[in-house]
């Protein structure tokens, strides 16, 4: 069933999903406290998706991500510390306090930033792959998007000069249902937003995106290709966004049924955990083992956050130019 | 020895190639670039003597920029061909929401070495969708350096500068002043962002202007002479960062100021710049600053429109002598 990846491997994995499943709980938690200012989006039961393609993904590689982005930059490598300071608004966080959730980059991982626009993130993820061509190395950028964006202008754009230029960029549509409080089924002209590829002939795939073998396997075809400078490809893992488009969405769109459905039939971690357990892998021992190094590793962030200084309120008028 | 004369396209070419030259992380994206050379030829030769560095790109003018941005941020050093200044409105969000701000949101991680040349301006009868010039909604936008030349040696100093900048830079040029000559010097010439140049002296009144506004303002210096009103002429250059320092010491020596831009007029840099000198200078000024700029009406098609809307040299020269009382 799981051939050609280490025990070790697929535990870094399991750990991952882990990671950013609790995290995203814990930013909840804080955000319902009042301890998170503004808003927060929360990527839990999409942890595969985030996880399955960044492991395959080399520390050099790029990584555009969205307003939805916490998964993306902890699977990547990203410091919980500096995440969880800079969701509180501290000096410490990863950008002083001045992007917040909504904007998190680690530009010494590859990570060029979350994104508030939707849809932002494809020219840039362009550019990235442009800037691979010319200085001629093996990186790989990829660009994690939403349904929502691929009804966007950029997308299309995006799409059609990364093939013609044979960039190489994985373009991940995490198809989770709904753009804001609008579901896909009605904003979006086709059932599979993979199949909007073919309009740029590039492979376009569907992936079943709560499995995170199935993703893991699929973004590393991807990659390949990519390294090989044979062009983009478009991966849509299909996944379920279980909570509200932010933190405090009343979700009269749609009934809480279909969230429990989610839930109790396709959790990506409870999917992983069963695959796991019946290859031996992972043991009920390690199991608790694992959680509680997050929690601690969690709990040890969110001390980090609160006993970080708030920016001084003039640090505001730093950081905008390079050369002033 | 005499000076060079070129024209102000041939100081574009030139710049790129020196940059292109000195550091091989320069490179150009646009629309018709390779065969044609630019759509008004202005960077030919650069192709054939750069090969694979000038990059023809479809008509997809968000990702146009959003590619340089992304390039900007991986280690190379893009110029942006916006085509038509225009165009600027296709990549609006890529402009003001992510390069002017990625810097500054991300606190201070990255640089954005970001050029965005774009020919702007009106007198071609080109109407209402290829004759704006939009330097204030850029101006507006922290996170964004605003660079408009006029002569020949202005383009070239400060589009090498531009490249050598860090942060991402919108470079304005006035494509009916593309043929324009002018002395240019040869080899490394810089003009640091952010200064004006003071180029023709006069005690009586301040005329401010940049780019198509500059040569009226000095059109009009010329005619003012005659009737005895020694007008200074600063030539603004980079509106932002804004050299105000030299606005400030010419207008506390004549106490009279006015702003001249082709871009119309509410909401014009103009504005800016008047409210600047009432705020800072009042004491210095002996009658309040006045504006020229073209009418509140989109740039009209057929020429005695476009002539109408458009500000005149005639128009500098009554703005000065009303503020001289004379």
């Given amino acids: ?324 | 020895m005499a000076e060079r004369v070129i024209s102000c396209s041939a100081a574009i070419a030139e710049a790129l190639a020196e940059e292109m030259e000195r550091d091989e992380r320069v490179f150009i994206l646009g629309e018709d670039l390779v065969a044609h050379g630019g759509i008004f030829g202005q960077f030919r030769g650069l192709p054939e003597r750069f090969p694979g560095r000038v990059i023809d790109t479809p008509i997809s003018e968000t990702c146009i920029v959003g590619a340089g941005l992304g390039a900007a941020l991986t280690g190379m050093r893009p110029l942006i061909d916006m085509h038509f200044a225009d165009f600027v409105t296709c990549a609006m969000d890529e402009i003001v929401n992510q390069a002017a701000k990625i810097r500054y949101m991300f606190g201070g991680q990255t640089k954005v070495p970001l050029v965005i040349w774009a020919p702007d301006g009106a007198g071609l009868s080109a109407a209402a969708h290829h004759s704006q010039s939009l330097e204030s909604w850029f101006t507006h936008a922290p996170g964004l350096k605003v660079v408009v030349p006029s002569e020949p040696a202005d383009v070239k100093g400060l589009l090498k500068a531009a490249i050598r900048d860090d942060d991402p830079v919108v470079f304005f040029q006035h494509k009916k002043l593309f043929a324009r000559e002018g002395p240019v010097p040869e080899g490394e010439y810089l003009i640091p962002l952010g200064q004006g140049a003071i180029k023709r002296q006069g005690r009586d009144v301040t005329l401010l202007a940049y780019g198509s506004g500059f040569f009226w303002a000095m059109e009009a210096a010329d005619e003012l002479c005659r009737t005895g009103i020694e007008a200074e002429v600063i030539d603004l250059r980079t509106l932002k960062p804004l050299d105000f320092d030299t606005i400030a010491r010419s207008v506390k020596k004549t106490n009279r100021a006015v702003v001249i831009h082709e871009a119309c007029l509410s909401g014009g840099f103009g504005a800016e710049v008047v409210a600047r000198i009432n705020t800072e200078l009042f004491d210095y000024l002996d009658a309040p600053p006045l504006r020229v700029a073209a009418k509140d009406v989109p740039m009209p098609f057929s020429p005695p429109l476009e002539r109408f809307v458009l500000p005149h040299v005639g128009d500098v020269v009554e703005a000065a002598r009303k503020v001289t009382y004379r």
């Avoid at chain 1, 950013?20 to 955000?31: M, N, P, V, Y």
């Avoid at chain 1, 393609?53 to 050099?60: A, E, F, H, I, K």
């Avoid at chain 1, 799409?159 to 230029?165: T, V």
């Avoid at chain 1, 839930?263 to 083992?289: C, F, H, Q, S, W």
């Fill in chain 1, 1 to 324: 069933m799981i051939t050609g990846t280490s025990p070790e491997e697929l535990i870094r994995l399991y750990r991952l999903m882990v990671t950013i499943r609790q995290f995203e709980t814990l930013a909840g938690e804080l955000f319902a406290a009042g301890k998170i200012p503004g808003f927060i989006h929360l990527s839990i039961g999409q942890e595969a998706s985030a996880v399955g393609v960044c492991s395959v993904l080399r520390r050099d590689d790029y990584l555009t991500t969205t307003h939805r982005g916490h998964g993306h930059v902890i699977a990547k490598g990203g410091d919980l510390k500096k995440m969880i300071a800079e969701l509180m608004g501290r000096r410490t966080g990863y950008c002083k306090g001045k992007g917040g959730s909504m904007h998190i980059a680690d530009f010494s991982l590859g990570i060029l930033g979350a994104n508030g626009v939707v849809a932002g993130g494809f020219p840039i993820a362009v550019g990235a792959g442009l800037s691979i061509k010319l200085r001629r190395t093996d990186q790989v950028c990829a660009c994690f998007f939403g349904d929502g964006a691929a009804n966007r202008g950029p997308f299309h754009e995006a799409l059609n000069m990364a093939a013609i230029w044979k960039l190489p960029i994985l373009f991940v549509c995490e198809n989770n249902c709904y753009a804001s409080t609008t579901r896909v089924s009605y904003a979006c002209s086709v059932t599979d937003i993979a199949s909007r590829a073919g309009g740029y002939n590039i492979p376009g795939t569907v992936v079943d995106g709560n499995d995170v073998l199935a993703v893991r396997e699929a973004a590393a075809w991807a990659v390949e290709r990519a390294r090989r400078g044979e062009g983009p490809t478009l991966l849509e893992n299909k996944t379920y966004r279980r909570r509200g488009h932010f933190e405090g969405d009343p979700q009269r769109y749609r009934d809480p049924s279909e969230v429990r459905e989610w839930e109790e039939k396709n959790d990506p971690l409870t999917r992983y955990a069963t695959i796991l357990r019946a290859e031996e892998v992972l043991t009920g021992e390690l199991e608790g083992e694992i959680e509680a190094q997050i929690q601690a590793q969690l709990r040890e962030a969110v001390r980090f956050a609160e006993e970080s200084d708030y920016p001084a309120p003039e640090e505001a008028l730093e950081d905008l130019f390079a050369n002033p």
